[in-house]
């Protein structure tokens, strides 16, 4: 997969960066004024679209793909 084929919101890159640094849907939803459900919603997303089962997987395959640095 390239990024260019890649992507994902502002908001979506936001979230992806908090759960590459360990926060939860809670945590993600607090920091960022958003809903619970939002939060989750974003993640799901993020998952699709990095064709990924989990949080960790996705946030691995983000920084192998240049999306996020750690």
């Given at each position: 997969?390239?990024?260019?084929?890649?992507?994902?919101?502002?908001?979506?890159?936001?979230?992806?960066?908090?759960?590459?640094?360990?926060f939860n849907n809670f945590e993600i939803a607090k920091k960022l004024f958003i809903s619970m459900h939002t939060a989750k919603a974003h993640v799901a997303s993020i998952l699709t679209k990095l064709k990924e089962r989990n949080r960790l997987r996705a946030a691995i395959k983000a920084i192998k793909l240049g999306l996020i640095k750690i």
């Open positions: 997969m390239h990024t260019r084929q890649l992507t994902l919101t502002k908001r979506e890159m936001q979230v992806l960066k908090l759960i590459a640094s360990g």
